[in-house]
């Protein structure tokens, strides 16, 4: 329980916080919407649904925000907030 009281509300699955996260994150490396899509969630239409105010659930919320530190990561380009 203590740890659901350290979780930052901004982080939320359906947050408008991830959507911002995935815009930034296309900026950044200029990829395509429908390609993020694939690679993170193997679903070409993920950005344009949540665009359009689609929540994920946490298992989802964390393999597109596991997918995008990976690939910083993994490209030496890792975001600092």
């Given at each position: 329980?203590?740890r659901?009281?350290?979780?930052d509300?901004s982080?939320?699955?359906?947050?408008?916080?991830?959507?911002?996260?995935?815009?930034?994150?296309?900026?950044?490396?200029e990829?395509?919407?429908?390609?993020?899509?694939?690679?993170?969630?193997?679903?070409?239409?993920?950005v344009t649904?949540?665009r359009?105010?689609?929540?994920v659930?946490p298992?989802?919320?964390?393999?597109?925000?596991?997918?995008?530190?990976?690939y910083?990561?993994?490209?030496g380009?890792?975001?600092?907030?």
């Amino acid at each position: 329980m203590e740890r659901l009281a350290n979780i930052d509300s901004s982080s939320s699955p359906g947050s408008p916080m991830l959507i911002r996260s995935v815009e930034k994150f296309l900026r950044r490396h200029e990829m395509a919407a429908s390609q993020f899509g694939r690679h993170a969630a193997h679903d070409p239409r993920l950005v344009t649904d949540l665009r359009a105010g689609r929540e994920v659930r946490p298992p989802l919320d964390g393999r597109i925000r596991g997918f995008m530190a990976g690939y910083d990561l993994a490209r030496g380009t890792a975001h600092v907030r």
